[in-house]
């Protein structure tokens, strides 16, 4: 294979309780990339549509990516990078990890599978480690394997697959400010109270449950968020209101989408999702804050070959 | 039913990474109580053997367990309980949990069961804050419900019931030096570093998923603790030690059993159970320090009639 075209998706990390350890896929919100074999021995990202990002491989989070994987084999083939940006930077969807995920899965593919898709994530948490200064893995690891992965550790890297219940639908709702996570992050403290950390990983604990039980009801309890929401939403205009509109809408929980600005509305089904989208499009509206939408399933398989 | 003969089993709270959210229930470690109707309208503690405990009802943990049961259904009939003491108070393993939660199973199933047993919770943790001065439920929940439980919320109660890999095998060792609740919390810090909570939380929710898997490397490598076992563990004679004994003889985890002095190992099957216990209780004769030491499956089903 000398070329081949990928969709890379959108991610929602940290999901209220588990911040930095968990996130899940998303579905029809995500870039579309094109990667072929080149003879020049180097990695060269020739295109960039819909989004104004660096060029220079080295600047770049797929090139990066790429880079780590190819170091690791001491492979000197080189490749052509095109990315059709959909996801905006600085949204909190998981852009960079998307660009990351999806080259170095196109590149292992074209290399006919040297790694498989768990190993690739040490390298596209290269490409995290260049856009926010942390390469952490709790997008990309959901952008390469789908569903809901659980990061266990880092120091050894141990990811977990859970499993996704099926009628679980995310309205995603991204103002248009922009919020880098570095910026988000310096703004954490750096001790908690230990009666806060206890109600989350009781709260983490019951959404694992949640997931391989299925019940819904529990997932919705469980996505409250002691540490890291009362800090983090400040950033984020009309975030109290838009939550009651949300849960007030049959919303089964609603929380920051990974660093921000991005929140999500977790639902159970498409008739509630849609009228949950609804209803926060219109407060919004309202507001007259700028806005994308989107509403999606849970994506199972992570990247797909277009 | 005018009387009722119980076991009531000691249980392990904690669990490494899940301090006050995840307990699980022992079998063949516990108390045997008899309980039975006065008709003096009054609770009464006629008995108790094996120990030295309060016999006023007000000062004893099924004493205050039983009396809040009976004012919430504003009863006045009366009972008598004798208790065999078979678990040391500030052991760690759930001394006063088995008491609290023992007594309110026998006078609910004597008074025709008004509660599902997961309604009794609350009164049982009368009980435990009597005994600790904090009414904590990741004793006596296990106890009363059987298998591995989380209290993902105090306000209001919520308990998750998981499931019990049928190969885990807990041993247990109780170095004969009191360490009271009260005291081992009160050496814990109000803070914790956030990266040490999350780290907490990626090893609490790893061990829920290893429970539902039945990965007994997972659940092995998830009984970590960052947090609460660098404190405790210097109340605890030759703890790392102890630890290095146990894991080298094919334990899967080891750590400190609710809040001390006990400590378990975590082990998967029958024969590494028998050897575990075997290395750990040469180690402590050797220290010269007296012990209890128990090897039990886990209890699925929590308080049995005898």
Redesign the interface.
């Known amino acids: 294979m000398e070329e081949i075209k990928i969709f890379a998706p959108a991610t929602l990390a940290n999901l209220s309780?588990?911040?930095?350890?968990?996130g899940c896929c998303l579905d029809n919100v995500g870039d579309e990339m094109y990667i072929k074999k080149n003879n020049v021995n180097q990695v060269r990202i020739t295109r960039i549509t819909g989004q104004v990002l660096p060029m220079e491989t080295l600047n770049n989070v797929a090139g990066v990516a790429v880079q780590a994987l190819l170091e690791n084999l001491n492979s000197t083939q080189g490749f052509d990078i095109e990315i059709d940006k959909h996801i905006k930077p600085g949204s909190g969807i998981g852009s960079s990890a998307a660009s990351s995920a999806g080259a170095v899965y196109a590149v292992n593919k074209l290399l006919e599978e040297p790694f498989t898709i768990k190993e690739l994530i040490p390298f596209a948490m290269e490409g995290e480690r260049l856009a926010s200064g942390n390469a952490h893995a709790d997008n990309v690891a959901p952008a390469l394997m789908g569903g809901f992965n659980?990061?266990?550790?880092y120091q050894p890297l141990?990811v977990?697959s859970?499993p996704s219940p099926p009628q679980l639908r995310v309205v995603i709702l991204h103002p248009l400010i922009e919020l880098k996570t570095k910026d988000s992050r310096s703004i954490?403290?750096?001790?908690?109270?230990?009666?806060d950390?206890?109600?989350?990983?009781?709260?983490?604990?019951?959404?694992?449950?949640a997931l391989?039980t299925e019940d819904y009801e529990?997932l919705g309890?469980?996505l409250e968020d002691k540490?890291i929401e009362p800090v983090r939403s400040i950033l984020i205009p009309f975030f109290d209101d838009l939550k009651k509109v949300a849960l007030e809408n049959g919303a089964l929980g609603f929380g920051i989408s990974g660093s921000g600005p991005s929140v999500f509305a977790m639902c159970k089904g498409d008739t509630v999702a849609a009228s949950v989208k609804e209803a926060m499009q219109l407060f919004y509206q309202e507001k007259g804050i700028d806005f994308d939408l989107h509403q999606s399933e849970i994506n199972t398989q992570g990247i797909k070959i277009l």
């Open positions: 309780c588990g911040f930095d350890v968990l659980l990061v266990r550790s141990e977990v859970l954490l403290k750096q001790s908690v109270y230990l009666k950390a206890v109600s989350q990983w009781g709260n983490l604990g019951a959404l694992i449950s391989y529990l309890r469980s540490i």
